[in-house]
């Protein structure tokens, strides 16, 4: 019998390597797609409309809200982001998992709205460690770097609120425990009733 698709959530402050653990977590997942957001900020270089985000006016995005096909949204860093309930839909109907990549005010929100969403938060070794890495980095001003260590800060405030909480210390170990995570989801008994009722159902 086949499992239903889960909803995940998957948040990190920036610089936590996000986007490289999905990236290679959905080249290893045989179920998980990427529900594709929309977001009013301009393209950045080797964005593709559709695959990245949808990229939208504001007031495409405001219509996108007033029909009731935003599933949440929110505004960050003076741009709007939102969660599109056909991405959503287009992949659980399709009996995958979807994937929301998103920051940890809309993850609250999910949560709200769909009590069985999985919510994993993905963590830094330590702020110094963050820190460092956006340091060497070297794509921002020592004043952005403290803004976004601070930003972090708060953002980790919101980690208690997650289901799983994984530290990525080492790519590889980050990836797996996120396909562990997966695993594990996929068989709690909650979303297995009907498996059990099927054999229950052989058996007599
Ligand atoms: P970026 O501009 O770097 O792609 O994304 C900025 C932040 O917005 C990231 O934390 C990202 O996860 C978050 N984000 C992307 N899409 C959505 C969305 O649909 N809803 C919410 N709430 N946040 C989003």
């Given at each position: 019998m086949e499992n239903k698709g889960i909803l995940f959530v998957v948040s990190a402050p920036a610089g936590c390597g996000k986007d490289t653990i999905l990236n290679e977590f959905f080249k290893r997942s045989k179920t998980a797609g990427y529900a594709v957001s929309a977001t009013t900020r301009a393209p950045r270089s080797g964005e593709i409309d559709g695959v990245h985000y949808h990229f939208l006016t504001v007031d495409d995005f405001k219509a996108k809200i007033e029909n009731g096909e935003v599933l949440e949204y929110t505004e960050y860093c003076g741009n709007f982001y939102g969660t599109l309930k056909k991405s959503v839909d287009d992949l659980l109907e399709n009996g995958k998992d979807a994937v929301l990549k998103i920051e940890v005010e809309g993850a609250m929100n999910i949560r709200k709205k769909f009590s069985d969403a999985c919510l994993v938060f993905i963590l830094p070794p330590s702020l110094e460690i963050l820190e460092e890495r956006l340091r060497k980095r070297g794509t921002e001003s020592e004043e952005k770097i403290i803004e976004r260590t601070k930003q972090a800060r708060t953002e980790l405030e919101?980690?208690?609120?997650?289901?799983y909480l994984i530290v990525n210390d080492d790519l590889n170990e980050a990836v797996e425990d996120l396909l562990s995570v997966f695993r594990a989801e996929k068989l709690r008994k909650t979303r297995c009733a009907e498996l059990l009722e099927s054999i229950k159902g052989e058996k007599n």
């Open positions: 919101f980690a208690k609120n997650y289901d």
